[in-house]
């Protein structure tokens, strides 16, 4: 589903490169954990997979079902089926939660020659989606995760995620700022979302997210490339013996 | 051969067809021999020359260059009411200044200005205030009607009142005259809309008595061939609360004047307002706000977007009396340039005199966020209308400091009319 060749790509203000030759290739249904030290590059990953601007490929392609996406803006990968749940979620004044569901869902919807949902339909799936995610209604009556808590902000990313059934979903860091109870009811939002034609790849810097959302890879990324890959076991081992001693190995 | 060594410059197209008109209306514009004189002394202001930019209320918006041209006066033509902001609402209806049929209104007079202006009534609130008061000389040499609504002390009106002044094009000239009584309480929304080449001068008078209560929209939405020259003048008396709404939606050169005096003690002001900016218009405005007595609070926000090659002004005076002590004001004026050939200028200005006070202001201008886009974007929503969104987020937050829905509805409905015709 996901094929990211000899990816190299730079801040596009000052040329630093920061992805310097990456290769990483996730299939349909498979869950790959990504996991590497603060500054590798891991979160840098997922903004050039959603397309942001501030970033620049310089060389190789990333491939989504077989089509290179380098050339599309955000709302179209997101129109593919691309969705990146923000490490940092922003803060957006003004736009109320529960007007940007009904635009986004149904700009997508248009992107794909779909009719727009009714407007009865939507306030079922968003109840729907907020109950399972145990979020209160009258949160999403608020400005886009404006004063949301951090863990709230994260709780209204897997919303969004439930709601727009991307086919490739990309977590970065879902699992920082969320007690211990609500890692689980986000994580279970994640597994429900499971099946053989979506594909996940989750950022995290902890072993515990991987015991909720069990991996079929877990991949290292460091200094901008994936160093090393291997199973679920390869997460213990690094929780164990730290990227210094699996790193040392590799090199 | 004599040589006039005083002749006065000469005289702008502009100002000659104000001129003229003058000369061309006055038998037929009401008025005691007092009101007569006022309306000469006006002209002679105007015929000395419409304020440039050296004039320092009009730095920003040179008068005398940017009014080019002014359209024959049209005889008065009967335009329809158009469908009211707020469901419900009063309308009283204005054409080309002069008022028309007038609802009656449990607990509130309705009244026409044309036989107080006869009498003389009007004349001594009808002076130009001050020298560089352009829009008040025009307005008094011309004004022939308008609309006066009182309403009684203690009465709470349940729907609004909707002052329309309606043109269809030619020189406009329409006053309102307002007063809410002691402990009363009232929304109005000022409607200026029209079609057709037109100058306009709109001058309203707002007296908002101790304890009383009331709302003040202005909704500005004329054709870009219209010159709209406006202000508003209102005294706020003890513990008392008047909230000004401004919405500029239109209009070739507009200049919106607002001269508040929070004159009882106590008494709060808010203003809030958006300029809709596009095409290569020209819209000012200006406040001079009064801190005449103690405890009194303000509070004005102001937001712009800026397209095209649009102009923009905003003047925002705020002067504390000695006497004003514990007075708290705050103004902000934040503007979204969304392009490269548009402008909008900030004047604020504190004047103070008493000891005891807070007041501050702060000006933004900016872009479009774009990590807000991005985030936009990144769930599927092409640039544009993501960018519709934001912006109209950014309007959106002010409008919605109103609180009360059924006022900010309809004014979110006519921000989406906007971008309809505009986006
Ligand atoms: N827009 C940017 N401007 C400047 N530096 C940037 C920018 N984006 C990324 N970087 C730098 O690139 C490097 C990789 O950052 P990135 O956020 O991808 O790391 P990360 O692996 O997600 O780290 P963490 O585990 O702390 O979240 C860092 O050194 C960061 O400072
Ligand atoms: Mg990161």
């Known amino acids: 589903m996901l094929e990211i060749k000899n990816l190299h790509a730079r801040i596009a203000e000052d040329g630093t490169e920061i992805i310097r030759g990456l290769n990483l290739t996730v299939k349909a249904g498979e869950v790959a954990a990504i996991m590497g030290p603060n500054g590798s590059g891991k979160s840098t990953l997922s903004y050039i997979l959603a397309g942001r601007e501030d970033y620049e490929v310089t060389e190789g392609d990333i491939l989504f079902n077989g089509e290179s996406i380098l050339e599309m803006d955000p709302a179209e990968r997101a129109a593919k089926g691309i969705f990146l749940a923000f490490q940092y979620p922003m803060e957006i004044p003004g736009v109320a939660t529960m007007e940007f569901l009904k635009v986004a869902l149904n700009s997508q919807r248009k992107q794909r020659g779909e009719e727009p949902l009714k407007v009865a339909d939507l306030l079922a799936r968003v109840k729907k989606a907020a109950g399972e995610l145990q979020m209160d209604m009258g949160m999403l009556k608020r400005p886009l995760n404006v004063g949301f808590s951090g863990g709230e902000k994260k709780r209204a990313e897997i919303l969004q995620m439930k709601l727009l059934e991307p086919k490739l979903c990309v977590l970065d860091e879902t699992d920082s700022g969320l007690d211990i109870d609500a890692l689980k009811i986000v994580a279970d939002g994640v597994n429900a979302l499971r099946s053989p034609d979506r594909a996940m790849v989750v950022i995290t810097h902890y072993q515990r997210l991987l015991d909720y959302i069990v991996p079929d890879s877990v991949h290292v990324l460091y200094k901008g490339q994936v160093v090393k890959s291997g199973d679920k076991t390869l997460a213990h081992t690094l929780e164990a013996e730290g990227y210094a001693g699996v790193l040392g190995e590799a090199a | ?423």
Not at chain 2, 3 to 10: E, F, G, L, R
Not at chain 2, 123 to 128: H, I, N
Not at chain 2, 183 to 198: D, L, M, N, S
Not at chain 2, 242 to 269: D, K, P, S, Y
Request: glycine share 8%; charged share 20%; proline share 4%.
């Open chain 2, 1 to 423: 051969m004599a040589v006039n060594m005083n002749a006065a410059p000469k005289l702008t197209p502009a100002e000659t067809a104000l001129v003229e008109a003058f000369a061309e209306k006055v038998a037929d514009l009401p008025g005691d021999p007092g009101m007569m004189l006022l309306r000469d002394r006006a002209v002679e202001t105007i015929r000395a020359g419409l304020p440039t930019r050296r004039v320092e209320s009009w730095h920003y918006t040179d008068l005398r260059r940017l009014l080019t041209d002014v359209p024959a006066a049209h005889a008065a033509v009967t335009a329809k009411a158009t469908a009211p902001l707020v469901a419900g609402s009063t309308v009283v209806l204005a054409t080309a200044g002069a008022a028309g049929k007038l609802p009656k209104v449990d607990g509130a007079r309705i009244e026409r200005l044309a036989t107080q202006l006869l009498a003389g009534e009007l004349t001594e609130r009808l002076a130009p205030k001050g020298a560089d008061d352009a829009v008040g000389a025009i307005n008094a040499a011309f004004v022939a009607d308008g609309v006066s609504v009182t309403i009684e002390p203690e009465v709470v009106l349940a729907a609004p009142v909707e002052l329309q002044n309606i043109h269809v094009g030619g020189q406009v000239h329409g006053r309102l005259s307002v007063s809410v009584g002691q402990g009363a309480k009232a929304i109005f929304v000022e409607r200026q809309t029209g079609a057709g080449a037109a100058l306009v001068s709109s001058v309203a008078e707002l007296e908002v008595a101790d304890e009383a209560e009331a709302t003040w929209i202005i909704v500005q939405e004329q054709p870009e061939t219209t010159t709209h020259l406006a202000q508003l003048n209102a005294t706020i008396g003890k513990n008392a609360k008047l909230t000004v709404f401004l919405m500029n939606t239109g209009g070739r050169l507009v200049r919106q004047e607002l001269r508040i005096v929070a004159a009882g003690e106590n008494c709060e002001f808010t203003l809030r307002g958006v300029n809709l900016l596009t095409g290569s218009t020209h819209t000012d405005v200006t406040m001079v706000l009064d801190h005449a007595a103690f405890g009194a609070t303000s509070t004005e926000i102001i937001r712009n977007v800026v397209l095209g090659k649009a102009q923009g002004v905003f003047q925002g005076q705020i002067r504390v009396a000695r006497e004003a002590q514990k007075t708290d004001a705050k103004m902000a004026c934040n503007t979204l340039l969304l392009s490269d050939e548009g402008e909008f200028s900030i004047k604020p200005e504190l004047e103070i005199f008493a000891d005891d006070v807070a007041c501050g202001h702060g000006a933004t201008v900016a872009e479009i966020d774009r990590n807000h886009l991005f985030y936009l974007m990144a769930r599927g929503i092409p640039e544009k209308e993501a960018r519709g969104l934001l912006v109209k987020a950014f309007l959106a937050e002010v409008i919605e400091e109103l609180g009360d829905e059924a006022l900010v509805e309809p004014l979110e409905a006519r921000l989406d009319a906007w971008f309809g015709a505009n986006g």
